[in-house]
């Protein structure tokens, strides 16, 4: 499950985007972004990117990677405590 495709599409040949990674790595490491924090304080994040907003698909997967945060829980089960 760290690898998925484009819906029926999967590009093996194609060279691999920064979000890709970040997507894998993030499966990888068993961790996801706490959405309704991120959403409710996307004014206090310390590391954004002017590429990724939150209508990019992999906007979470790059905030989970770029910003320290505390956190309970792993997993689909991670509620962030805020930003360290």
Do not use: C, K
């Amino acid at each position: 499950g760290w690898i998925q495709g484009y819906g029926e599409l999967f590009a093996p040949e194609a060279t691999i985007t920064r979000a890709e990674v970040t997507a894998i790595t993030n499966r990888m490491l068993g961790r996801v972004a706490d959405r309704a924090w991120i959403d409710a304080n996307e004014g206090s994040l310390t590391v954004s990117f002017t590429d990724n907003d939150p209508s990019n698909w992999a906007y979470y997967d790059v905030v989970e990677a770029t910003n320290a945060h505390g956190h309970t829980g792993t997993g689909n089960d991670e509620t962030w405590t805020g930003l360290e």
